[in-house]
């Protein structure tokens, strides 16, 4: 079938299809609001201004002693979020966090006056996310609860076998958060205290291990290639197959085809004047019959035979220089983005080339609290091998990573919390 044919057919299938539409009598109810008597409870609509346009913000409402849902809500558009409210506004709060910068507001509906509510950047106190992984001898615990408290501020997380030992602790304000872990070990429950950790405001969710002593239970290795799934992100459902088998999917596309080809056929012979006309107007030229077969002889056909040898291509040889075409390798050095320190009250101290030492007399820690626990000299901060290595300066109270006291050079990873006495401080990149 040539391309003329094919433009045809489809140009009367279109034809077709509009004057069916054009013809047919229309379903589209007037209105969608609910009929008056219906009982459907009354709607607010809540608009939040948001306070610049860079944020990645997120909005919804719930009962103040809700679970907190964290993957629910709109989403803003052009600076703005339009919220429905519904029900009694009595006892829920109204939530918008900013993902880009792991942080959120949040005020009491009551609070809001004429469904308007202006934010400032200083509304976003709060962290959004610190994630929680609960381990025992390196493999995810199976079940049990988290508890983060931050002051008298408490906030708790179910494990289960899903989460991989992985879950989020949400709107929590900066500080040190003391965690416990409570889980049945032996049938009975026990809850068991974990570390104290520096909660600060980080534009990616800070992420702490809590490793288990206890015999837990835990969850079986990951078979090769199996997905993971993360924390309070529920797995996706199974799609059914809508289509069927193979061969009934076959046999319906050509059935469809068919029809397809019978309608083009009759809209061709019944309204071809029209068509050609609309086709002369699309571009398409018609000088002549559209044909349903290429024909071999057309003057458009390609201007040699089936049975005409094939000319040969040679290429002269080039001799090839070993020098050129031997492979280079260029070594690489590993680089880290941007290593730095960051205080439990946001001061940050970017980690150069050169070591560093830290302590209570650093000025870039000056109001950090607990910062009269370090000694003067309390540590250094090096680059060694790629990475970047903390190591005791022979301190009065210690340094420790991650709760344990370090004895000698360690090396960090991202998020590792490093203690200097009292003193917190988060190590990112």
């Given at each position: 079938?040539s391309?003329?044919t094919?433009?045809?057919?489809?140009?009367?299938?279109i034809?077709?299809m509009s004057?069916v539409?054009q013809?047919?009598p229309?379903n589209t109810p007037?209105?969608?609001?609910?009929?008056s008597?219906?009982?459907?409870?009354?709607?607010?609509?809540?608009?939040?201004?948001l306070?610049n346009?860079?944020g990645?913000?997120?909005?919804?409402?719930?009962s103040?002693?809700g679970?907190?849902v964290?993957?629910?809500?709109?989403?803003?558009s052009?600076?703005?979020?339009?919220?429905?409210?519904i029900?009694?506004?009595?006892g829920?709060?109204?939530?918008?966090a900013d993902?880009?910068?792991?942080?959120?507001?949040?005020?009491?509906?009551?609070?809001?006056k004429?469904?308007?509510?202006?934010?400032?950047s200083?509304?976003?106190?709060?962290?959004?996310?610190?994630?929680?992984?609960?381990?025992?001898?390196?493999?995810a615990?199976?079940?049990?609860?988290?508890?983060?408290?931050?002051?008298?501020l408490?906030?708790?997380?179910?494990?289960?076998?899903?989460?991989?030992?992985r879950?989020?602790?949400f709107?929590?304000?900066?500080g040190e958060?003391q965690l416990?872990?409570t889980?049945?070990?032996?049938?009975t429950e026990?809850t068991?205290?974990?570390?104290?950790?520096g909660i600060v405001k980080?534009?990616n969710?800070?992420?702490f291990?809590?490793?288990?002593?206890?015999a837990?239970?835990?969850?079986?290795?990951?078979?090769?290639g199996e997905?993971?799934?993360t924390?309070n992100?529920?797995?996706?459902?199974?799609?059914p197959?809508?289509?069927?088998?193979p061969?009934?999917?076959m046999?319906?596309?050509l059935?469809?085809?068919?029809?397809?080809g019978?309608?083009?056929w009759?809209?061709?012979?019944?309204h071809?004047?029209?068509?050609?006309?609309?086709?002369?107007?699309?571009?398409?030229p018609?000088?002549s019959q559209?044909s349903d077969?290429?024909?071999?002889?057309?003057?458009h056909a390609p201007?040699?035979?089936?049975?005409?040898p094939?000319e040969?291509?040679?290429l002269?040889p080039v001799?090839?220089d070993?020098?050129?075409?031997a492979?280079v390798q260029?070594?690489?050095?590993a680089?880290?983005?941007?290593p730095r320190?960051?205080s439990s009250?946001?001061?940050?101290?970017?980690?150069?080339?050169?070591?560093i030492?830290?302590?209570?007399?650093?000025?870039?820690?000056?109001?950090?609290?607990?910062?009269?626990?370090?000694?003067?000299?309390?540590?250094?901060?090096?680059?060694?091998?790629?990475?970047i290595?903390?190591s005791?300066?022979?301190?009065?109270?210690?340094?420790?990573?991650?709760?344990?006291?370090?004895?000698g050079?360690?090396?960090?990873?991202?998020g590792?919390?490093?203690?200097?006495?009292g003193?917190?401080l988060?190590y990112?990149?």
């Amino acid at each position: 079938m040539s391309p003329r044919t094919i433009a045809v057919y489809l140009f009367a299938v279109i034809l077709c299809m509009s004057v069916v539409a054009q013809s047919g009598p229309s379903n589209t109810p007037e209105t969608n609001a609910p009929p008056s008597g219906s009982g459907t409870p009354q709607e607010r609509r809540l608009t939040i201004v948001l306070p610049n346009a860079d944020g990645e913000y997120i909005a919804w409402v719930q009962s103040d002693a809700g679970r907190f849902v964290a993957d629910r809500g709109m989403t803003a558009s052009e600076g703005k979020i339009v919220l429905p409210v519904i029900g009694d506004v009595a006892g829920q709060s109204v939530y918008v966090a900013d993902r880009k910068s792991n942080s959120i507001a949040s005020v009491g509906l009551a609070e809001v006056k004429d469904n308007l509510w202006t934010l400032k950047s200083e509304d976003f106190r709060n962290i959004f996310e610190v994630v929680i992984r609960v381990e025992h001898e390196g493999t995810a615990v199976r079940d049990g609860q988290v508890v983060g408290r931050v002051g008298t501020l408490e906030r708790t997380a179910l494990v289960t076998e899903d989460d991989k030992g992985r879950v989020s602790l949400f709107n929590l304000p900066t500080g040190e958060m003391q965690l416990s872990f409570t889980t049945k070990i032996d049938g009975t429950e026990q809850t068991i205290a974990g570390p104290t950790v520096g909660i600060v405001k980080s534009p990616n969710p800070s992420a702490f291990v809590m490793e288990i002593s206890e015999a837990v239970p835990v969850v079986e290795e990951d078979k090769p290639g199996e997905p993971v799934a993360t924390a309070n992100t529920p797995a996706p459902a199974a799609t059914p197959n809508a289509g069927g088998s193979p061969i009934g999917q076959m046999i319906t596309g050509l059935i469809a085809l068919g029809i397809v080809g019978a309608i083009g056929w009759w809209a061709w012979k019944n309204h071809r004047a029209k068509i050609e006309e609309g086709l002369k107007a699309m571009g398409v030229p018609m000088d002549s019959q559209p044909s349903d077969s290429d024909d071999e002889d057309s003057p458009h056909a390609p201007a040699y035979s089936r049975n005409q040898p094939i000319e040969q291509i040679v290429l002269n040889p080039v001799p090839m220089d070993p020098a050129v075409s031997a492979p280079v390798q260029v070594p690489i050095a590993a680089a880290i983005p941007n290593p730095r320190l960051v205080s439990s009250s946001g001061q940050v101290q970017m980690l150069g080339e050169e070591s560093i030492e830290v302590g209570r007399d650093a000025v870039w820690l000056i109001g950090a609290p607990s910062l009269e626990t370090a000694s003067r000299r309390h540590a250094s901060f090096a680059r060694v091998d790629g990475g970047i290595v903390v190591s005791d300066l022979g301190s009065t109270n210690g340094t420790y990573v991650n709760g344990q006291k370090i004895e000698g050079p360690v090396t960090l990873s991202p998020g590792d919390v490093v203690q200097l006495g009292g003193l917190v401080l988060r190590y990112e990149e």
